[in-house]
């Protein structure tokens, strides 16, 4: 297992200004994806999303690891210093639904 680097927190109004802006595919209508941000004790984050941010083409039901990877390096464009995990996955709405989630820090150096 891979040792994680170390992580410089930030303020939790400007992570979450970040990841509702990244989260935002469309900035002319000022909607974003984001539902939760989690903030963690060892300074990462994991932002909760609706599965609305992936456009999904008919028939396909789950994000390609492509449009993954599209986030990542969007998220990247953003904040250069941003490191994301490379787990990413889903989780349970409240209403019964899910959600995607994708964890993240910022570098400390």
């Not at 040792?3 to 000022?30: H, I």
């Amino acid at each position: 297992m891979k040792l994680l680097p170390t992580f410089k927190p930030r303020t939790y109004d400007t992570v979450l200004e970040f990841m509702s802006r990244v989260l935002m595919p469309d900035p002319t209508t000022g909607k974003s994806h984001l539902v939760k941000l989690i903030e963690y004790a060892d300074g990462h984050y994991r932002a909760v999303f609706s599965p609305a941010y992936f456009v999904l083409p008919a028939g396909q039901l789950e994000p390609s690891k492509s449009q993954w990877n599209n986030l990542k390096k969007r998220m990247k464009r953003h904040e250069p210093l941003v490191f994301v995990f490379k787990e990413h996955g889903e989780t349970n709405a409240p209403s019964g639904g899910k959600y995607y989630f994708v964890d993240f820090g910022f570098f400390a150096n």
